[in-house]
């Protein structure tokens, strides 16, 4: 009877630390699962602010190619507004040139009568 209320005992004090180690294992896995979810909450949270600074980054170079498209624009109408004036300028000097090639002309002419 000595023997078995030995046995019982060390079954009873096996079976507190059992209790114990579980109840230690089952804080530590609480533990873990909380630091899993506010890790997950984290890269939610991250994830969100990578999709809007994509969606900055393409607004951002949709801006930027209108802007040089805008500025090509404008760059080609004051090109065409230059060469306008070029070819009238051109054209101007043309007529003045044939004008006084023939006024040289009749100067020649009028020398070599005499």
Request: aromatic share 2%.
């Amino acid at each position: 009877m000595e023997g078995i209320k030995a046995k019982l005992e060390k079954l009873r004090i096996e079976s507190e630390q059992n209790a114990s180690r579980a109840s230690s294992y089952e804080n530590e896995v609480k533990e873990l699962k909380a630091v899993i979810a506010k890790q997950e909450t984290e890269i939610l949270s991250l994830n969100n602010k990578v999709t809007l600074l994509t969606a900055d980054l393409e607004r951002a170079e949709k801006r930027a190619e209108e802007s040089t498209a805008a500025h090509h624009e404008r760059k080609a109408k004051q090109l065409d507004g230059e060469k306008a004036d070029l070819e009238k300028k051109h054209e101007e000097l043309t007529a003045k040139h044939t004008a006084l090639r023939a006024e040289f002309d009749e100067t020649l002419k009028s020398l070599e009568a005499l």
